[in-house]
């Protein structure tokens, strides 16, 4: 099989490991299999993570400096009354539990913090941190993921090292689709393992 020189220096540099679903850029991202434009800056493997101010369930300011020393994985996803958007996060809720706890999951929606309440509740999920973008859309803008148009982020995994470099990003190329939670848990025990 022969590869073409942007294949190689992909496998070289480790980009193949991030799934066939992974988003190549902004353009490659489809909803309903129509592409969509993202908009803001997604930041650079390696690079120190942009900050960032959400709103927890009673409107109280969250930061990314809130989770300072730790390894934070971020699932963002478009809105958790959808049935990928409910799995993904209880998916993580239910895997949280088998890390330290110098590692933090949150679960970041642009739905409002009363949503968002009622749905943790209504699926018992209590050991993730759901967040809300729904004030600022800070999160969407400086990760790049805010679906213009449509006031949702895209579906995508993220991992800040204790240190606060941006480590692994998924972006997952149709946002109806699954993330890759093998690949994602695997690369946060290795990179919560470094931080030891």
């Known amino acids: 099989m022969r590869m073409t020189m942007s294949a190689v220096?992909?496998?070289?540099?480790g980009l193949s490991l991030l799934g066939p679903a992974?988003?190549?850029?902004?353009t490659l991202v489809t909803m309903g299999n129509k592409p969509v434009t993202l908009l803001g800056t997604q930041?650079?493997?390696q690079q120190?993570?942009?900050?960032?101010?959400?709103?927890?369930?009673?409107?109280?300011?969250v930061t990314l400096s809130d989770f300072k020393g730790k390894?934070?994985?971020?699932s963002a996803v478009p809105s958790l009354d959808t049935g990928v958007c409910a799995l993904q996060t209880k998916r993580f809720n239910k895997e949280v539990g088998h890390y330290p706890d110098d590692v933090v999951m949150l679960t970041i929606s642009t739905d409002?913090?009363?949503?968002?309440?009622?749905?943790?509740?209504?699926e018992s999920v209590d050991k993730i941190k759901v967040l809300s973008d729904s004030v600022w859309r800070d999160f969407g803008d400086k990760y790049g993921l805010l679906i213009e148009n449509k006031g949702l982020l895209a579906r995508a995994i993220l991992i800040i090292d204790a240190a606060g470099r941006l480590q692994y990003r998924e972006l997952v190329g149709e946002i109806s689709h699954h993330p890759d939670y093998d690949a994602a848990l695997a690369a946060l025990k290795?990179?919560?393992e470094q931080g030891d």
Do not use: H
Request: glycine content about 4%; overall charge positive; hydrophobic content about 50%.
């Open 112 to 122: 409002l913090p009363f949503a968002q309440k009622r749905f943790c509740k209504a």
């Open 43 to 45: 930041p650079g493997l």
């Open 48 to 61: 120190m993570a942009p900050g960032f101010r959400l709103v927890d369930d009673k409107f109280n300011p």
């Open 190 to 192: 290795r990179i919560s």
């Open 22 to 26: 992974m988003a190549k850029d902004n």
């Open 9 to 13: 220096l992909a496998t070289v540099l």
């Open 71 to 74: 390894t934070v994985l971020i």
